[in-house]
């Protein structure tokens, strides 16, 4: 009898420590005894399931590479990469919020913040006593952030914050958004403030009518001379760097995260091979639906390897922004495949909410877009590997 | 207040078992081992204990290379130290040695307070925690679902056939959990990170001061000689017609070849 569960065929578990083990695994139990049992609902109904967010704050999946002074867990980035492949196994909404609230909001207070902030905003932000969210994307500027039209100006009383941004996880209910502003005409002049609910002139509508991340809240972010205290920019980064680096924190996960939901749905098209008899045996005899699932195992097993050496690499501070982009690339585009081989092996049964398959092709749609697009970070491997940059 | 709490390493339930070439053992290897269920009951008892009123949580596990996992686990939950009592030279197919063991490892410790599962999953002998209660001397109340320590006894609540009893012991005494007792938390990543540097000793039965006669195979009273699966169940098979036919088809197999009614 094959064990479906436990997608390891290049025996990885072997490279694992005790402690990233004992991570997986607290994470894969929260997942299947909390999280699979409402999804599927959550999703239908495009909500996200509020009622665990501070449940994951307590165990400590928000920031855990973040270290212990904070309130954090202080693991390594294998650790936090397992907490993310697992979540994104239960639904890349769940992960997407523990992605914001730890790579875009906890680490840029963290490596950009006054020591006041970090004292204010981590340990709340660790518990989910909190919610963050980050505003860089706007409405006319997705993939060329320099040309962002928010602007910050210099009052006597501190800041007045004026534009919009737009598909902002979380937006709605956070209660401090961390927003980058042009303060002055180029890029060098942008920088981080950070935004607190009830702010005068600060709204965060919700967008509503998705097909993908239902169970996500998704919003736009509105400032209309919003005034911002000279205390809440964040000190330490000028320059698009600031965004940037968060954003290269965001999609290490996400080459875990991607992991996750091909796990997801591998096993349910492999389970479903197993079970459902046509022409008198399994469909897993038939050569096409071995084929299927010979291909999906092997792109899985190469990203699981990416994303362990890209872990490695980063835990040694020699990890580049350019690798990140393969593996973020990689492996979303990897899932999105064995997703949809996934939907064939089920037939009919892969767009029912009886499985999963059809929730996870759907929010793979924007996880493929999000954090920089497929296409994008095609063209930061093509300038890394010519020394042209084509987006110019 | 100074607890323990003994703990044993399973495979996890859902594993399908096989059967070692030796035909008298499981086959180890690609067995994810995790804490007895029932012992979780206790652990969590027992942390709830220190939360609410101090001391100390050793924790203990009696096996081979399986065992310090599921104690960092324990460490990582709440438990301050831990000992991993090797199983090399003990005839663990006998629960009256393991008993005499872990015995022999709580009388170093000196505990107030001991907790066990009700019993072990897998095994199912319910034997260990009574015979370590009889080694030490202590009382033992099982299958408890519900307890309170205080003024240097224990009350506890047990299922018993029907309803409730209640039990109360002197302490030092020894308390079998059952589910129902609590509801065990996951670890934390912080308890998980604290955990590394908690102690963790090994100790033989040579360290135990217990010799191979005392606790290796010549002195077991049972020995497991054969293990062997379950038959494999038939196949289902599926009533087709309408709602009349499938009700005559169903009463004639029920009858005939089930012979049930």
Redesign the interface.
């Known amino acids: 009898?094959v064990?479906t569960k436990h997608v390891d065929y290049m025996n990885l578990d072997s490279l694992f420590s005790?402690?990233e083990?004992?991570?997986r695994d607290?994470a894969r139990?929260?997942v299947e005894e909390r999280i699979l049992p409402v999804i599927e609902d959550c999703y239908e109904q495009g909500v996200y399931p509020s009622e665990l967010i501070r449940p994951m704050g307590?165990?400590?999946?928000y920031g855990?590479n973040l270290p212990?002074e904070y309130g954090c867990?202080?693991?390594n980035n294998i650790?936090y990469g397992l907490i993310t492949q697992e979540l994104e196994r239960g639904d890349s909404g769940i992960r997407s919020f523990a992605s914001v609230q730890s790579s875009l909001v906890m680490y840029p207070i963290f490596a950009f913040g006054s020591e006041e902030q970090k004292r204010k905003w981590l340990p709340a932000l660790a518990t989910g006593e909190k919610i963050g969210c980050f505003g860089l994307t706007e409405p006319d500027f997705g993939s060329n952030p320099s040309d962002m039209v928010t602007r910050a100006e210099h009052t006597k009383f501190g800041w007045k914050l004026n534009g919009a941004k737009m598909w902002i996880t979380n937006g709605t209910v956070a209660d401090v958004a961390v927003v980058w502003a042009k303060t002055g005409e180029d890029t060098r002049s942008i920088r981080g403030f950070l935004v607190e609910k009830g702010t005068k002139g600060y709204s965060a509508p919700e967008i509503k009518k998705k097909h993908s991340l239902r169970a996500s809240i998704t919003s736009e972010l509105i400032f209309e001379d919003c005034e911002i205290p000279e205390e809440n920019i964040l000190p330490g980064v000028e320059g698009l760097r600031g965004p940037l680096s968060c954003l290269n924190q965001a999609r290490y996960g996400i080459a875990w995260g991607a992991i996750g939901s091909a796990m997801a749905t591998y096993t349910a098209a492999l389970e479903y091979s197993l079970s459902r008899i046509q022409f008198g045996k399994p469909i897993a005899s038939f050569q096409l639906q071995q084929k299927k699932l010979a291909e999906m195992i092997t792109e899985i097993s190469k990203a699981q390897l990416l994303a362990f050496h890209l872990g490695k690499l980063k835990d040694a501070g020699k990890v580049t922004p350019a690798q990140i982009s393969m593996a973020k690339r990689n492996n979303v585009a990897m899932a999105l495949n064995v997703a949809r081989e996934a939907r064939t092996i089920l037939g009919a049964n892969g767009i029912s909410a009886e499985y999963p398959v059809m929730r996870h092709m759907n929010n793979l749609e924007s996880v493929l877009t999000y954090e920089g697009t497929h296409d994008i970070h095609t063209l930061i491997i093509g300038a890394e590997v010519t020394g042209i940059q084509a987006f110019k | 207040m100074k607890i323990a709490v003994c703990i044993k390493a399973v495979p996890e339930t859902d594993t399908?078992i096989r059967i070692a070439a030796d035909g008298r053992s499981i086959e180890r290897s690609?067995i994810k081992f995790i804490v007895s269920p029932y012992d979780e009951f206790a652990l969590e008892e027992a942390i709830k204990l220190k939360e609410s009123k101090g001391g100390s949580v050793t924790v203990i596990g009696l096996g081979g290379d399986e065992v310090?996992?599921i104690l960092?686990?324990g460490l990582?939950r709440g438990a301050d130290d831990a000992v991993h009592v090797s199983s090399a030279g003990v005839a663990t197919d006998d629960p009256l040695i393991v008993g005499k063991v872990l015995a022999a490892a709580l009388k170093q410790l000196g505990p107030d307070l001991i907790f066990f599962g009700k019993h072990g999953v897998g095994g199912d002998n319910q034997q260990v925690h009574a015979v370590v209660a009889e080694k030490l001397g202590m009382p033992q109340v099982t299958v408890v679902t519900k307890l309170d320590v205080t003024d240097g006894k224990v009350r506890a609540e047990r299922e018993i056939e029907g309803g409730i009893e209640v039990v109360e012991a002197p302490l030092p005494a020894i308390i079998g959990a059952q589910k129902g007792l609590n509801e065990p938390r996951?670890?934390?990543?912080?308890g998980?990170?604290q955990?590394?540097k908690k102690p963790l000793a090994t100790k033989s039965v040579a360290d135990l001061g217990l010799s191979a006669d005392q606790v290796g195979d010549a002195a077991a009273g049972i020995r497991i000689t054969g293990l062997s699966l379950p038959p494999a169940r038939q196949a289902g098979r599926r009533i087709d017609g309408d709602a009349g036919q499938q009700v005559a088809e169903l009463v004639n197999a029920l009858q005939n070849e089930a012979k049930v009614i």
Do not use: H, W
């Open positions: 009898m064990n005790t402690e083990l004992q991570v607290l139990s929260f307590e165990l400590g999946f855990c212990e867990a202080g693991m650790a | 399908r690609d310090p996992a960092r686990d990582a996951y670890p934390k990543l912080q998980i990170m955990a590394k």
